[in-house]
């Protein structure tokens, strides 16, 4: 007999019946996991998080966790590094596409060859990177650490910077030291427009602009502070301020608005401001219903080949001792 009924896609035959939130914490229990999120993951994302920071906390919990199963809301080289750290953990990530502009602008094989060309190098890369450029690195660093450890490494110890050329001049005028960059950066980062915050500046004199060491040189100029998410977060809690225009993906306002109800934020704008190019497209793949799809089905996993992540770990345990 004919009918008209659509059949189900799998988000409906899974969805649970009840509430989503009670659900996932349901699957938490059942797993044994710990559900960690990076601060430009969705609202609801973040409230149900178990942890919630930026790179180097979120790379600090997936070393200490005693979890069996390690639900990573993030992106793929942020899943990956906590792979690399718990080999024998199952490792998942809402949506397996949910990758990076600025790890896929430093592709290992080219990487190789510039690397080869600079024998005498150290190598410091940036966590934002595949697991095949880590296991290529010397050191691994985060916006939140990456002066401390240039400024820990001899200073006539020629260094290479990848791959976020922007956070490599960042480190460069902090201390004074040259860096070979690889030309790598962040679609989100680059979108905002000088211009549109000279405006605002102009229109909120009241304002302070604060911005992520990922953005241009141009825009971190007008700035009156520089840092990583945690940097930041930590910058409107002390400042005196009431009102900030914020220059990193949108996502962190949430935490801001939590922790200073008070204060006003307002994202700064990409060059279009009819778009939402200042939201990162890579992290906003991830959802609450993929999260929990993910949790109940322990798919998609993250893997990797064992030389690689032997390779990878040692820089990023490098990291993590020059961190403490
Ligand atoms: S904001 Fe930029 S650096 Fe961060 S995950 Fe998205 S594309 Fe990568």
Redesign the pocket.
């Known amino acids: 007999m004919f009918t008209n009924v659509l059949p189900k896609t799998t988000l409906e035959l899974e969805y649970p019946p009840k509430d989503l939130f009670e659900a996932i914490e349901d699957l938490k229990q059942e797993l044994n996991a710990v559900i960690l999120a990076?601060y430009?993951q969705e609202p609801d994302i973040q409230d149900i998080a178990d942890y919630l920071g930026d790179s180097l906390g979120l790379s600090q919990q997936a070393a200490a966790t005693d979890a069996d199963v390690i639900v990573f809301a993030?992106?793929h080289?942020?899943a990956e590094t906590a792979k690399i750290l718990n080999p024998n953990k199952l490792v998942l990530l809402p949506d397996l596409n949910?990758?990076?502009?600025?790890?896929d602008s430093c592709p290992p094989q080219e990487f190789a060859a510039f690397k080869a060309a600079h024998p005498d190098h150290l190598v410091v890369s940036y966590i934002?990177c595949s697991a095949a450029i880590k296991a290529m690195s010397d050191i691994i660093c985060t916006s939140s650490n990456s002066v401390k450890i240039v400024n820990q490494i001899p200073k006539d110890q020629p260094i290479i910077f990848a791959p976020?050329k922007n956070l490599g001049r960042y480190v460069m005028e902090q201390t004074g030291r040259e860096l070979v960059l690889w030309e790598g950066s962040?679609?989100?980062?680059e979108t905002f427009s000088e211009k549109k915050i000279v405006e605002l500046k102009i229109q909120h004199p009241e304002a302070e602009f604060i911005a992520h060491p990922?953005c241009e040189p141009p825009l971190l100029r007008h700035a009156s502070y520089i840092g990583s998410t945690t940097g930041l977060l930590k910058y409107i809690q002390q400042s005196s301020t009431e009102k900030f225009i914020v220059a990193?993906?949108p996502g962190i306002i949430h935490q801001m608005q939590k922790r200073a109800p008070q204060k006003n934020f307002i994202p700064a704008p990409g060059m279009d401001s009819n778009c939402a190019c200042n939201e990162?497209?890579?992290?906003r793949l991830n959802t609450l219903e993929k999260l929990y799809l993910a949790m109940k089905q322990k798919t998609p996993e993250i893997t990797m080949p064992e030389d690689i992540r032997v390779a990878a770990l040692r820089p990023i345990q490098r990291m993590l001792e020059l961190s403490v």
Do not use: K, Q, R
Not at 98 to 103: F, Y
Not at 186 to 189: G, L
Not at 280 to 283: F, I, L, V
């Open positions: 990076h430009y993030g992106v080289f942020m949910a990758g990076c502009s600025l790890a934002n976020d962040c679609i989100v980062h990922e990193t993906e990162c497209p890579h992290m």
